[in-house]
Structures are given as C-alpha cells and as structure tokens.
C-alpha cells in the first residue's frame, strides 16, 4: 500500500523559511515523477515543483527562484525548501507521486501552509 505523509507545515512570516518533506511507503520516489502541488481557498491545486526520475526539476513561475525540490533517494522522502515566502504561498501543500509502469497517482493528506503578512 503507498502512502505518502506530508510534514513540515505551519505559520510563517512573510519573507520567511519554510522546509516541507514528503516521506513515501510501498513506492520508491527514484523510479517515479515526484511533484508538490498547493491548494489555496477557491482556488484549483496547481503545481508548485516537479522532480523527474532523472533529476530534472520544473517549477511554476510564481516560485521560480524561491522554491526547491530536491530527493533523498536514501531516505526515500522528498523535500521542497520554501524561501523568501508571501502571503500568496499561502495553501494546503500535498505531495504527489506518479507511479511509472501504470501511470497511477497517489497524494498525500496535504499539510498547511500559512504565510503572515
């Protein structure tokens, strides 16, 4: 069974730090795409950052420069540092994992994020 648990959410100023990890069960994240995704009130989730199998990272445009995701493949956990945060990062943040040979995804129970102006 995978499952994904979230951890690392909070109140934070705003131009403050913010780490956030994803640990994975019954998965690997080094075989599969790995993404953080955020939901805020009345809004749809959208994507944050992405991390492929290879490495390879994407971000959208409103974190560029902000946000990193990066995979501890020892640890099998996922990470996302948020720097330099705003008020609009404000969300429930959720890990994502798209299982590769069946194309299935899994999400975590997501963790919020609340930014103070």
């Known amino acids: 069974q995978v499952q994904l648990v979230e951890s690392g959410g909070g109140l934070v100023q705003a131009g403050g730090s913010r780490r956030l990890s994803c640990a994975?069960?019954?998965?690997?994240?080094?075989?599969?795409?790995?993404?953080?995704?955020?939901?805020?009130?009345?809004?749809?989730?959208?994507?944050?950052?992405?991390?492929?199998?290879?490495?390879?990272?994407?971000?959208?445009?409103?974190?560029?420069?902000?946000?990193?995701?990066?995979?501890d493949n020892a640890k099998n956990t996922v990470y996302l540092q948020m720097n330099s945060l705003k008020p609009g990062d404000t969300a429930v943040y959720y890990c994502h994992v798209r299982r590769t040979y069946d194309r299935k995804d899994y999400w975590g129970q997501g963790t919020q994020v609340t930014v103070s102006s």
């Open 24 to 71: 994975a069960s019954g998965i690997i994240f080094s075989i599969n795409a790995v993404g953080w995704y955020r939901q805020a009130p009345g809004n749809l989730r959208e994507l944050v950052a992405a991390i492929s199998i290879g490495g390879v990272t994407n971000y959208a445009d409103s974190v560029k420069g902000r946000f990193t995701i990066s995979r």
